[in-house]
């Protein structure tokens, strides 16, 4: 089976931040890479598919990238909405998660 | 408007069963494979089980952590999907997530609102 080893579990910062979020996978996934973004007590939601492409309707501050076997979410500018926990998904494992929050 | 919703959560004995059901809405119910996705108190995302479209067989998979005690089938008719999940265990208790997926590879770009399994005495 692949592993996902997703990095950091959590993460500080502030409004306007540029905050980084990894994901690696124990071999070659390809572009078969999907990040999710669960706010408290709400369902997951798709942010991105395939390592970079961004879900309909999902702002521009959100991309993704990476191939292979390291990949990268990125959110340009934090903003207070979105304070979450963050999941990446190769195939039917997810990530272990990383908990976003406001300094 | 794609709508998931899922009902029959509670509270049950260990060993006990229960049969949790996803009402979809919203879209063609049978060309897209469902998933269940669970999540522990505090915990992170573990993906349950699937079963595939008619058109890919209708064939379902598990987690090892499950399989051989849940099953999941569905109504295309009724556009449902159902679990049921017998011989339960208190590691069993989780919120449980149906979502919608797509037969040619693990996407699960819809979710309904999770109901609430509690596994204890």
């Known amino acids: 089976d692949i592993q996902m080893t997703q990095s950091p579990s959590s993460l500080s910062a502030s409004v306007g931040d540029r905050v980084t979020i990894t994901c690696q996978a124990s071999?070659?996934?390809?572009?078969?890479l999907n990040w999710y973004q669960q706010k408290p007590g709400k369902a997951p939601k798709l942010l991105i598919y395939?390592?970079?492409n961004l879900e309909t309707g999902v702002p521009s501050r959100f991309s993704g990238s990476g191939s292979g076997t390291d990949f990268t979410f990125t959110i340009s500018s934090l903003q207070p909405e979105d304070i979450a926990t963050y999941y990446c998904?190769?195939?039917?494992?997810f990530g272990q998660g990383t908990k976003l929050e406001i300094k | 408007e794609v709508q998931l919703v899922e009902s029959g959560g509670g509270l049950v004995q260990p060993g006990r069963s229960l049969r949790l059901s996803c009402t979809a809405s919203?879209?063609?119910?049978?060309?897209?494979?469902m998933s269940w996705v669970r999540q522990a108190p505090g915990k992170g995302l573990e993906w349950v089980g699937f079963?595939?479209?008619?058109?890919?067989?209708?064939?379902?998979e598990y987690a090892a952590s499950v399989k051989g005690r849940f099953t999941i089938s569905r109504d295309d008719s009724k556009s449902i999907a159902y679990l049921q999940m017998n011989s339960l265990k208190t590691e069993d208790t989780a919120v449980y997530y149906c979502?919608?997926?797509?037969?040619?590879?693990?996407?699960?770009?819809?979710w309904g609102q999770g109901t609430l399994v509690t596994v204890s005495s």
């Open positions: 979502t919608r997926d797509q037969d040619y590879g693990a996407l699960f770009d819809y």
């Open positions: 919203g879209f063609t119910f049978g060309d897209y494979a």
């Open positions: 079963i595939r479209s008619k058109a890919y067989g209708g064939t379902t």
């Open positions: 071999q070659d996934i390809s572009n078969y």
């Open positions: 395939d390592a970079s």
């Open positions: 998904q190769q195939s039917y494992t």
